[in-house]
Nanobody, 130 residues
Framework: QVQVVESGGGLVQAGGSLRLSCTAS????????MGWFRQAPGKEREGISC????????YYSDSVKGRFTSSRGNTKNTLFLEMNSLKPEDTAMYYC???????????????????????WGQGTQVNVSS
């Protein structure tokens, strides 16, 4: 049974940093597509970073490019999100998603592609104070 679990959220001042972790257990293979999404109250879900290890592609949204970095861990199907220079507008619930796929990473972070993820975590809250 596949399970996706995120951790690492919390409260941080603007300009600070946080590191989120995600583990997707239960997959047989280690080339699972994984992504980070966030949703703030009253806003639509936003795909901020996706990685497809099958073709080595990665994607960052304009809103986080240059500030956030995704990386895969040594443990199978583990994903980290290093968030630097945090802003109050980064406040949101952050979700990790995982699934199999053969398209490039930008597709999976799109509104259409995100719906192909079969497994989502419960989310971890990030609050950035001004």
């Amino acid at each position: 049974q596949v399970q996706v679990v995120e951790s690492g959220g919390g409260l941080v001042q603007a300009g600070g940093s946080l590191r989120l972790s995600c583990t997707a257990s239960g997959f047989v293979s280690d080339d699972v597509v994984m992504g980070w999404f966030r949703q703030a109250p009253g806003k639509e879900r936003e795909g901020i970073s996706c990685i497809n290890p099958r073709d080595g592609s990665s994607y960052y949204s304009d809103s986080v490019k240059g500030r956030f970095t995704s990386s895969r861990g040594n443990t199978k199907n583990t994903l980290f999100l290093e968030m630097n220079s945090l802003k109050p507008e980064d406040t949101a619930m952050y979700y990790c998603a995982a699934g199999r796929g053969r398209y490039t990473a930008d597709y999976y972070c799109s509104a259409t592609g995100s719906r192909t993820f079969g497994h989502w975590g419960q989310g971890t809250q990030v609050n950035v104070s001004s």
